[in-house]
């Protein structure tokens, strides 16, 4: 659901969003709540640290093999747009994606819009 693939170097990187993505975040020492203000302050480091942990939660036993960062900057070098192109920025979508639809509703807000119920007399 939330998977795609990049092509570089002849080869094809499958990359999955998910629960290990937002952990090897964390693991770099950032908290979720900082996560939208690293992004901005240097979109360089986050970005490829984002699709390279999407690419390791894709591969085979999360072991990343023939995988490296240095493929996501190769990737993001050749690519139309590089970095704030549209192809990364779809994949930098499906990630924010990811998190959104992972985070648990309002539960007060789903309630408040329930219609009200009759109330009976006793």
């Given at each position: 659901?939330?998977?795609t693939k990049i092509e570089i170097n002849g080869k094809v990187i499958p990359i999955r969003f998910g629960a290990y993505v937002l952990k090897c975040i964390a693991d770099d020492g950032v908290k979720l709540q900082e996560l939208g203000e690293k992004m901005q302050d240097n979109p360089a480091d986050m970005f490829p640290k984002i699709i390279f942990y999407g690419a390791l939660n894709a591969s085979e036993g999360r072991r990343g093999d023939n995988i490296d960062i240095n493929d996501i900057y190769d990737w993001l070098?050749?690519?139309d747009g590089g970095l704030f192109g549209e192809e990364a920025s779809?994949?930098?979508?499906l990630f924010t994606k990811?998190?959104?639809?992972?985070l648990p509703k309002n539960v007060q807000a789903v309630q408040e819009k329930k219609a009200?119920?009759?109330k009976t007399k006793a």
């Open positions: 659901m939330y998977s070098d050749v690519i779809k994949i930098i979508e990811q998190m959104t639809d992972s009200p119920q009759k």
